[in-house]
């Protein structure tokens, strides 16, 4: 499942980013969907909040920009621009 391998890439990076900065609580992740990533906001949001149950990024406020760059060499990623943590 494409979707589930995107997530699941995304809250590896979230989880590392929130160790480096011994953070216990993600509380907002700000996205970017490339524009060959084959999948919408809406789409990505639901399958964000499935898999981010029981992680530190549960209930984090999901913010999602799309790109319509198909020739960005990113196109086909979706891309943590940014995480809000909480102490």
């Known amino acids: 499942m494409h979707e589930h391998s995107l997530i699941a890439s ?24 490339g524009a060959l990533s084959h999948i919408s906001p809406d789409h990505f949001r639901g399958h964000f909040e499935n898999e981010t149950g029981g992680t530190i990024a549960e209930g984090a ?27």
């Open 61 to 87: 406020k999901l913010e999602v920009e799309t790109s319509d760059d198909v020739y960005d060499p990113r196109a086909q990623d979706v891309i943590l621009d940014s995480i809000d943590i909480g102490e």
């Open 10 to 33: 995304l809250i590896k990076q979230i989880e590392e980013i929130a160790m480096k900065n011994n953070a216990k609580k993600v509380i907002g992740v700000k996205v970017k969907l």
